[in-house]
């Protein structure tokens, strides 16, 4: 019983000081170097690769290798194939992803252009024919939802196979 009593007093007269840091201090500052607004991220002035890191690579992960796991393509090696098919340059700018990300139309074509190098995640899946993206033409398509990601995703990856396009983006089917 005495033991209650002592548990109940300490919880008793920690309770305000636990309930006193849940209220926010109106005189505390902004912790050095926050003083400022965070910048939007199509304003930040980021370079490709870092806009790779915040947009894409958590789900594609860093290297692009993708997560079958969780559902998400490998990019590496592989997302140059979509542009050997009708409808897959479309595809690629119209993946949520992409189309909602935080990017303004400029960056958004500059880290697909980033993508589609012989030495950027597509590799040697490019086609020799790589036209780049343009701000224009990612604006023009960034306005078409995409419905049916899966359904859509599927009928692009027939096409591949009946070029004869090997599937080697990490996911069963």
Known sequence: ??????????????????????????????????????????????????NYQLQCAGCHL???????ANDTPRLQGFVGNFLKVPG????????????QSALNNAQVADLLNW????DGMAGKS???HYQPYSAEEVSALRQKAMLNLPGTRAELIKEMR????????GMSY
């Open 126 to 128: 490019t086609p020799a």
């Open 1 to 50: 019983m005495r033991r209650l009593l002592l548990l109940g007093l300490v919880c008793v007269m920690t309770a305000p000081l636990v309930y006193a840091r849940a209220i926010p201090n109106p005189a505390q500052r902004h912790a050095p170097g926050n003083e400022e607004l965070q910048k939007p991220i199509s304003e930040a002035g980021y370079g490709v690769g870092v």
């Open 115 to 118: 993508l589609m190098r012989e």
């Open 162 to 169: 009946a070029q004869g396009i090997a599937i080697e983006d």
């Open 88 to 99: 897959g340059r479309e595809f690629l700018v119209r993946v949520p992803g992409m189309s």
């Open 62 to 68: 860093g290297d692009g290798m993708g997560s079958p």
